[in-house]
C-alpha cells in the first residue's frame, strides 16, 4: 500500500525521524527510496504539453459557448415580426 507515497508526505516522513538513516530508507522494510516521478509526471509537467492542453481547452469552450448560442437562438426567438 505503500508504493506510491506523495513527495511531500514522504520528505515530511524522513524530516521528522529522529533516525538519520530513514531520509535515505525506509525504517521497517530497509527499503532504499527512489524518487522517479511517473511517466504521465513527466509528460503532464511538460510546458508544451500544459500549453497545447489549455489551447485546446479554449478552443473547446469557444465551440461550446458557440453551440449553445445557436441553440438558444433557435429555440428563443427574439418575437419580432417582419410585415
Same mark, same amino acid.
Given at each position: 500500500?505503500?508504493?506510491?507515497?506523495?513527495?511531500?508526505?514522504?520528505?515530511?516522513?524522513?524530516?521528522?525521524?529522529?533516525?538519520?538513516?530513514?531520509?535515505?530508507?525506509?525504517?521497517?522494510?530497509?527499503?532504499?527510496?527512489? +524518487?522517479?516521478?511517473? @511517466?504521465? &509526471?513527466? $509528460?503532464?509537467?511538460?510546458? /508544451?504539453?500544459?500549453? %497545447?492542453?489549455?489551447?485546446?481547452?479554449?478552443?473547446?469552450?469557444? +465551440?461550446?459557448?458557440? @453551440?449553445? &448560442?445557436? $441553440?438558444?437562438?433557435?429555440? /428563443?426567438?427574439?418575437? %419580432?415580426?417582419?410585415?
Amino acid at each position: 500500500t505503500m508504493r506510491f507515497v506523495h513527495l511531500e508526505c514522504l520528505t515530511m516522513w524522513r524530516l521528522s525521524s529522529v533516525n538519520p538513516q530513514s531520509f535515505y530508507q525506509c525504517d521497517q522494510c530497509k527499503y532504499r527510496y527512489s +524518487f522517479e516521478r511517473t @511517466l504521465y &509526471a513527466k $509528460i503532464l509537467r511538460s510546458a /508544451f504539453v500544459i500549453h %497545447s492542453l489549455t489551447l485546446v481547452t479554449f478552443i473547446a469552450a469557444i +465551440f461550446l459557448c458557440g @453551440l449553445l &448560442a445557436s $441553440i438558444f437562438d433557435k429555440h /428563443f426567438p427574439d418575437g %419580432s415580426k417582419q410585415s
